[in-house]
């Protein structure tokens, strides 16, 4: 294993688990709000949060590229503000990354908020429990395989996205350069023996992760629900 | 004092329904809701619990406006001091019998407030059981208990019994009433079920598509002639055995068949799975069949 790989792998994985973390905390809020609200506005953030399935990753990384760039207004203001460039760095890799795995991480939970029973929050409520405690105390608690489920598909995707990482982010070793992007790199190089090493240890990973998954659903799955 | 007056367009498979409903009830009283499926009964416990919005009307509780259309008044079911018990109990899965009566205490109340729950509803051996380790009747004395933990003004209790055996039942009912008696909730109680009504009741509203029929004492409204009795039991009639001129109808009274013998004109109003009253006037029993 030489330095490269290494780093690279280590960067994959800080980017997946960074990402992850960003899309729970504000993955929670707003599933909850497209499961439980009337509002009408609900169909067009639905619609917003479920394009990057359809939309190819270059599309997205394109008009990322575009906004962040420091000569466009909101760039620079990032930029002279918060001394924060997202253009062909890491942070502008997590970004990207958050937008593009947004579906996997609030579908799972919007339909896990949609499958507790509406009487456990009228429950709640009757007895005078607060919104944020019910969040927290009852509705979580109960939908912990759509909590696990929306962390797994996020990070399995995060790990396995290359078109967004390759607009924004570009290919800076260390910084910006995930695997997928150095599978490619290789590929290109003609290196076919570290792409290989690369797409094995992905494939693995990302199996094992997803057999883990399968396999603790089936536990919940078996809990009978009240 | 619970002032409710309220009226809510229902769309129910029989097209829309006006539901009306207005009373004054005393503070500890114990009231049923009587009537078929699809009546408005249930609505109307989700009104009072801030569930439901009303379209129009008031509901005032101990001088407390919690809902005044006029005044653009609705307090949510947080705010109100209600017990409600669901019809399916909607027990928290994933808490132990314990952590479910005292979710909604304060923190230095808890232990105390539980304790006392638990023994009062004989739960103590159950504590730290989880919801799906408990029957059916078990279910509901957590449910009944976790709805009185805060010391509600108003017990909101929505076909509590319905889904248990006969046996179950009545245990349960025996325990309601106990409950009611030592901690004097407000109580308003869904039910189908006559001998419920009776046992448990001081007052009975009859609705039917949304409307009050009838209301009153459950033996005014559900005997049609005033009687001044010895004594009076309701039941049901399981069996008429025709015996020479008379016959002899056994009636289901409580878990107890009592077999009641019968003329002829008694007998022509009677059929198996009616209704009936037994009372007795000095020593010269009547049975006459109950209206509703």
Redesign the interface.
């Given at each position: 294993m030489n330095s490269d790989f290494t780093q690279t792998m280590i960067l994959t994985f800080q980017v997946a688990i960074i990402t992850t973390v960003i899309l729970l905390v504000l993955g929670i809020p707003l599933s909850y709000w497209l499961a439980y609200s009337r509002s009408r506005g609900k169909a067009v953030v639905e619609t917003l949060v479920s394009m990057p399935l359809v939309l190819p990753p270059t599309v997205l990384g394109f008009y990322l590229l575009v906004f962040f760039s420091p000569v466009n207004a909101v760039g620079s203001f990032l930029e002279s503000w918060l001394n924060l460039r997202l253009v062909f760095s890491f942070e502008g890799v997590i970004v990207g990354s958050v937008l593009f795995s947004l579906p996997f991480m609030i579908h799972p939970l919007q339909s896990g908020f949609a499958a507790i029973?509406a009487?456990?929050r009228?429950?709640?409520?009757?007895?005078?429990?607060?919104r944020v405690k019910t969040l927290f105390?009852?509705l979580l608690?109960?939908m912990k395989p759509g909590i696990l489920a929306g962390c797994v598909l996020s990070f399995a995707h995060t790990i396995g996205e290359f078109g967004v990482v390759l607009m924004v982010g570009g290919n800076i070793p260390g910084e910006t350069r995930m695997a997928s992007i150095a599978i490619y790199d290789r590929v290109e190089a003609l290196d076919y023996a570290t792409a290989h090493q690369y797409a094995f240890v992905l494939f693995a990973i990302t199996f094992s992760i997803l057999l883990l998954v399968y396999m603790v659903n089936r536990r919940f799955a078996r809990m009978?629900?009240? | 004092m619970i002032e409710i007056n309220v009226t809510k367009r229902l769309h129910t498979a029989e097209g829309p329904m006006d539901l009306v409903f207005s009373a004054d009830v005393d503070q500890g009283e114990f009231i049923t809701l009587f009537g078929p499926s699809g009546a408005g009964k249930t609505t109307l416990l989700r009104m009072l619990a801030g569930l439901t919005t009303p379209d129009k009307g008031t509901i005032i509780v101990n001088d407390q406006r919690w809902f005044d259309s006029t005044r653009r008044v609705n307090q949510p079911p947080r705010q109100r001091s209600i017990g409600m018990v669901f019809q399916d109990y909607a027990l928290f899965p994933h808490l132990s019998v314990a952590e479910n009566i005292g979710l909604a205490l304060p923190r230095q109340k808890r232990r105390t407030v539980v304790n006392e729950l638990l023994n009062v509803a004989g739960l103590k051996e159950l504590a730290e059981r989880k919801p799906d380790k408990l029957s059916g009747g078990q279910r509901q004395r957590v449910a009944l208990a976790r709805a009185l933990a805060l010391k509600p003004a108003i017990l909101l209790l929505d076909e509590p019994l319905s889904a248990l055996d006969l046996n179950m039942r009545l245990n349960l009912q025996e325990e309601l009433l106990r409950l009611h008696r030592r901690y004097q909730p407000t109580t308003l109680l869904v039910s189908h079920d006559l001998s419920e009504v009776f046992r448990l009741s001081r007052h009975v509203f009859v609705l039917d598509k949304g409307k009050v029929t009838r209301s009153g004492s459950p033996a005014e409204v559900f005997s049609r002639s005033q009687i001044s009795n010895k004594f009076r039991f309701t039941g049901e009639v399981v069996h008429i055995e025709p015996s020479g001129v008379v016959g002899i109808v056994h009636v289901l009274v409580g878990q107890d068949v009592v077999q009641v013998i019968a003329s002829e004109q008694e007998l022509a109003t009677l059929t198996v799975g009616k209704r009936v009253l037994i009372a007795s006037k000095a020593f010269n029993p009547l049975i006459m069949p109950l209206a509703g």
């Open positions: 029973p009487n456990l009228e429950a709640a409520a009757t007895l005078g429990i607060s105390t009852i608690p109960n009978e629900l009240l | -």
